[in-house]
């Protein structure tokens, strides 16, 4: 994984030498021109990328970094700051026909490397399309398209990242397609990949965890279980409304035999999620949300502690306030934002008193942000959170001030 990185940055060093050399040889790499009609599914290669001359490799990435002063129940750990990931990309056009992409991230400051993306398409007809390496599970919406200049919030939706564990990636294979009509779009993708673990139910969390599986890295060799995880979406968008996608994930999650010795029953997996976005064109108020279910085959043996239904989302409004040059940006927008998320990590009842089960987040932020341009976001973010414990104890109070930027480069 290391020398990957290290290839990279070489070659980021060499592109600025020889641009020093002639500037003129540096371009941007031009983005697909049907991004009006863009969908989510299209999102991993509309990206910004620079390249040098006639060089089939093309170079590209983003930075986040922040600050935040957050406080629980009136205690708080003071002043800190972060980059929480930066994320470099390559590509290349082998052939009009076959491509490849890699998004590599560092996170924490470059405390953990990962693969996220790494997958050669191959293009037989605009509704058949193959592609094969480390593939973006596509469910739900932000899996997908998760950049952070995309988005007027400095964290991370709640529910996608603590109970789905985006940016969930695999090793597979699979299809997808897309067709216009007029003014309406449909696409598909359906994968299988190596798929979760028996971590989902036996880690430091105690309690039902996807993201726990990312944890992981030999599911990018082999699988857990020898049974695959199949992951489906078909989406739908006009061009004057918006878009809304329905996706499946799922399959067996534990280690049930070896060597042919059979350990347990085949415990499933099984995911739903519905996303939608729209515009609205009177006001150009920018709308988009995504909601999912999560259902688990939690062992008898295992306490209540660890749910077998899960349920949560996120909704964003944001609306143009400012559209002028300003500050000597021509293309300068100032928008306000809203935020309103929650998550339900055990959505049951306690079997002995048939009362509720109490495990859930929710929180509302108010958010401020000025873009110089289409990729770049300066934001300022005010998160208020009550998080309420298994019992349903009186709710832990986290609020704080956010302020962070993020940038394609």
């Given at each position: 994984m290391k020398s990957i990185f290290v290839t990279i940055i070489c070659l980021n060093l060499s592109l600025v030498v020889q641009a020093q050399i002639d500037s003129t040889l540096l371009r941007r790499s031009p983005v697909d021109t049907t991004m009006a009609k863009g969908m989510n599914m299209d999102a991993v290669y509309n990206r910004p990328f620079l390249q040098m001359g006639k060089m089939p490799v093309s170079l590209g990435g983003y930075v986040e970094a922040d600050y935040q002063y957050m406080g629980e129940d009136g205690v708080t750990d003071g002043h800190t700051f972060r980059i929480p990931r930066m994320t470099l990309f390559v590509a290349s056009t082998i052939h009009r026909k076959i491509k490849f992409l890699s998004e590599l991230e560092l996170e924490e400051g470059g405390k953990e490397i990962s693969i996220e993306f790494a997958a050669m398409d191959f293009s037989f007809h605009p509704l058949v399309n193959l592609r094969g390496g480390v593939v973006m599970n596509p469910i739900g919406a932000f899996n997908q398209n998760h950049d952070g200049p995309k988005w007027e919030f400095v964290d991370r939706p709640v529910a996608m990242t603590q109970m789905l564990p985006a940016t969930w990636s695999n090793v597979g294979f699979g299809l997808y397609g897309k067709q216009y009509m007029n003014d309406w779009a449909f696409g598909y993708e359906a994968y299988v990949t190596n798929g979760f673990d028996d971590s989902i139910i036996s880690n430091a969390?105690?309690?039902?965890?996807?993201?726990?599986?990312?944890?992981?890295?030999?599911?990018?060799?082999?699988?857990?279980?020898?049974?695959?995880?199949?992951?489906?979406?078909?989406?739908?968008?006009?061009?004057?409304?918006?878009?809304?996608?329905?996706?499946?994930?799922?399959?067996?999650?534990?280690?049930?035999?070896?060597?042919?010795?059979?350990?347990?029953?085949?415990?499933?997996?099984?995911?739903?999620?519905?996303?939608?976005?729209?515009?609205?064109?009177?006001?150009?108020?920018?709308?988009?949300?995504?909601?999912?279910?999560?259902?688990?085959?939690?062992?008898?043996?295992?306490?209540?502690?660890?749910?077998?239904?899960?349920?949560?989302?996120?909704?964003?409004?944001?609306?143009?306030?400012?559209?002028?040059?300003?500050?000597?940006?021509?293309?300068?927008?100032?928008?306000?934002?809203?935020?309103?998320?929650?998550?339900?990590?055990?959505?049951?009842?306690?079997?002995?008193?048939?009362?509720?089960?109490?495990?859930?987040?929710?929180?509302?932020?108010?958010?401020?942000?000025?873009?110089?341009?289409?990729?770049?976001?300066?934001?300022?973010?005010?998160?208020?959170?009550?998080?309420?414990?298994?019992?349903?104890?009186?709710?832990?109070?986290?609020?704080?001030?956010?302020?962070?930027?993020?940038?394609?480069?």
């Open positions: 969390e105690n309690k039902t965890f996807l993201p726990a599986s990312k944890a992981s890295k030999d599911r990018f060799e082999e699988s857990s279980n020898g049974q695959p995880l199949v992951t489906g979406k078909f989406a739908l968008r006009h061009n004057m409304v918006g878009e809304i996608g329905l996706s499946y994930m799922g399959g067996v999650f534990n280690k049930f035999q070896d060597d042919g010795l059979v350990l347990d029953d085949k415990r499933r997996l099984d995911v739903w999620a519905v996303d939608v976005n729209t515009t609205l064109p009177f006001s150009k108020t920018y709308i988009v949300g995504e909601w999912a279910w999560v259902m688990v085959d939690v062992p008898e043996t295992y306490s209540q502690t660890y749910g077998n239904k899960q349920r949560g989302g996120f909704i964003d409004v944001v609306q143009p306030v400012l559209s002028q040059p300003m500050l000597g940006f021509s293309n300068a927008v100032l928008n306000i934002a809203c935020r309103l998320e929650y998550v339900d990590w055990n959505a049951g009842k306690f079997d002995e008193t048939d009362g509720n089960i109490s495990e859930h987040l929710w929180a509302i932020v108010p958010a401020l942000s000025f873009r110089p341009n289409a990729q770049t976001v300066i934001r300022a973010n005010y998160r208020y959170m009550q998080q309420t414990d298994l019992l349903g104890n009186p709710p832990a109070l986290i609020s704080g001030v956010q302020l962070g930027l993020s940038s394609y480069f």
